[in-house]
Structures are given as structure tokens and as C-alpha cells.
């Protein structure tokens, strides 16, 4: 098993880690208002294995009028959550120019989404700029081993790399066995929003054995895109070997139709309290 003590030593992951514990990153897709930012906090910061809680202040969407985040604002809440809580915070950045706000805000973990895995200037500067600030890293909806380590090679080696598998883009134009061609792979489950690739997790943990920076995780949200699938994927990372999960959550008393990103897979935070610890027994009886 990793030494994660030492890996999370010089980053605010540690003050939360206790040894043995499966690493989880959980919150809301994005920031919705300064209440429930807080509370999302809260609530998180009574669970076991939470090291961070995450938040989307910048979110990049596929269309130009759906909900972009709160920019700034959304920033703001997640430091003033922080600083009554304690739980470190992390949240994307989409924009190089951005960088010296993260910097302000002092951003425990700046994420680098998937759709900027190969954004080269943004990993430059975050790169140039982030110190020892670990990056949260998540790969492309259809980026190759090499090509992740390319990105990673970006970044530079000075501070812990989490590199998130998310899901593979799935295109089948309403027929699997065109996809298949395409694509080469088959759809373990044509319901989820996008193809599980939990079976690259031990392959790229094997290729990314010398990078002793980079630890390999897995998103089992945006893979789903149903909360209900949430714990099933979940599992199926754990027992392939992740070495930590991020994992969208609302409120026990949020309404779902309320959220204004990625709604529908969020689990409720007793969800995860519950879930959590059916994956702690997974993760320990593997990892002994
Ligand atoms: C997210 O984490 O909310 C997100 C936008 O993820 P991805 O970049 O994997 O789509
Ligand atoms: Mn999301």
C-alpha cells in the first residue's frame, strides 16, 4: 500500500488523513450560495476518510447558457466555509489568467478538469505557478496512457499529483456495434453517462510507478450520472486498486432539482456516510 502519510505530508490533505483510510474528495458540483456551501462543510467534515471538500466556482459547460459557476463569489464561499470548518477546499480552474486569484485564495487543491487535461498553456502556468499546491488532474473523455503522462510531465514533479479517471466519452450514435468499432471497447452498462474505466486504474498505476508525485484515483459521479449507480461504481474502483474517489453530494435536504450542475448524480452526504464505510471494509481487506 502507498504511504500516503508521507505522500499528503508537505499538503493540507494531511490534516485530515488518518492511516489506513480510503481517501474520499466529496461536495457539490458547484457552488450553489454561501449557506449551503457552509453546511456542505459541516456536514463533511463529521465523516471519516473526507481529506477535502469540493466545490465548482468555474465550471466549464457544453453550452454558453447554461449555469457557468459564480466565478469569484463562489471562491469566497468556499474560503469562508474553510475557515470555520477547517476541511481544505478544492475547485477548478479553467482560466491561466486565473491563476493569481487561486494563489489569493489560497485553493488547498486546484483542479484541472477534463476537458483541460490537454489545455497545454493552462498546465504550463499552473505548473510554473502552483508551488507545492497539490493538482487535482482529470483525464480526458478520451485521452491515451501517454497522453496523460504527457500532462502530468506539464505539471512538473514538485508537489502531489491526483489524477482522476472519469469516465470514457461513449459515442454510439444509437448502436452499440458501431461504438464498439469506433471505439474499440463495449459498453459494460449503455445507462451510464459515460464508459467505466476502472480497468485502467491498476495499468496506469503500473505506468505511473516511477512518478512517486502521483497517486491514481477515481470519479465514480460523472462515470454515472445517477446517483443511483454511485455506490455499485464505487465499489468497482475501490476493488481495482483506487487510491482515492471524488464523489458529487448534496445535502440530506437539498432538493435535487434545486442543484444547478450535474443534479442527478449526487448522492445525499448519509448516503455517503453510509456508503463510506462499505468501502473502508473493501479498501482495508484489499490493501492488507
Ligand atoms: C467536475 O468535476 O464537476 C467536472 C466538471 O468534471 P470533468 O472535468 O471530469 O467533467
Ligand atoms: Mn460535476
Same mark, same amino acid.
Given at each position: ?22 481517501? +474520499? ?29 469540493? %466545490? ?14 459564480? %466565478? ?9 466555509? #474553510? ?29 484541472? %478538469? ?16 502552483? $508551488? ?7 483525464? %480526458? ?17 514538485? $508537489? ?45 498505476? /503500473? ?27 464505487? #465499489? /468497482? *474502483?475501490?476493488?481495482?486498486? *483506487? ?32 456508503? +463510506? ?12
Amino acid at each position: 500500500m502507498r504511504d500516503y502519510v508521507s505522500l499528503f505530508r508537505d499538503t493540507p490533505l494531511k490534516k485530515r488523513y488518518n492511516n489506513g483510510d480510503l481517501p +474520499i474528495i466529496a461536495g457539490y458540483c458547484a457552488v450553489p450560495d454561501i449557506e449551503r456551501t457552509i453546511e456542505m462543510s459541516r456536514s463533511l467534515s463529521k465523516l471519516p476518510n473526507v481529506v477535502c471538500v469540493r %466545490g465548482g466556482a468555474y465550471k466549464p459547460r457544453t453550452k454558453p447558457d447554461s449555469f457557468q459557476g459564480l %466565478g469569484e463569489e463562489g471562491l469566497k464561499y468556499l474560503v469562508e466555509a #474553510r475557515e470555520l470548518t477547517g476541511l481544505p477546499i478544492v475547485t477548478e480552474i479553467i482560466d491561466p489568467g486565473d491563476v493569481d486569484l487561486f494563489g489569493k485564495y489560497g485553493v488547498d487543491v486546484w483542479q484541472i %478538469g477534463s476537458r483541460n487535461m490537454q489545455n497545454f498553456p493552462l498546465l504550463r502556468k499552473v505548473g510554473e505557478n502552483r $508551488g507545492k499546491t497539490p493538482v487535482l488532474l482529470k483525464r %480526458g473523455m478520451s485521452s491515451k496512457p501517454e497522453e496523460v503522462l504527457g500532462s502530468i510531465d506539464y505539471l512538473g514533479d514538485t $508537489g502531489l499529483i491526483l489524477l482522476c479517471l472519469r469516465g470514457l466519452q461513449k459515442m454510439d450514435y444509437g448502436n452499440p456495434e458501431i461504438a464498439r468499432l469506433r471505439e474499440g471497447m463495449y459498453h459494460q452498462n449503455p445507462e451510464y453517462r459515460f464508459h467505466c474505466d476502472v480497468d485502467d486504474i491498476e495499468p496506469l498505476k /503500473e505506468l505511473l510507478k516511477d512518478r512517486n508525485h502521483v497517486i491514481v484515483g477515481f470519479d465514480p459521479s460523472h462515470v454515472s450520472g445517477s446517483h443511483v449507480y454511485v455506490p455499485k461504481v464505487s #465499489r /468497482e *474502483a475501490v476493488e481495482h486498486s *483506487a487510491d482515492f474517489l471524488l464523489i458529487e453530494t448534496m445535502l440530506d435536504n437539498d432538493e435535487r432539482h434545486g442543484l444547478k450542475c450535474d443534479a442527478n448524480q449526487a448522492i445525499t452526504t448519509s448516503e455517503l456516510e453510509q456508503l +463510506i464505510s462499505e468501502l473502508q471494509k473493501i479498501y482495508s481487506s484489499i490493501s492488507r
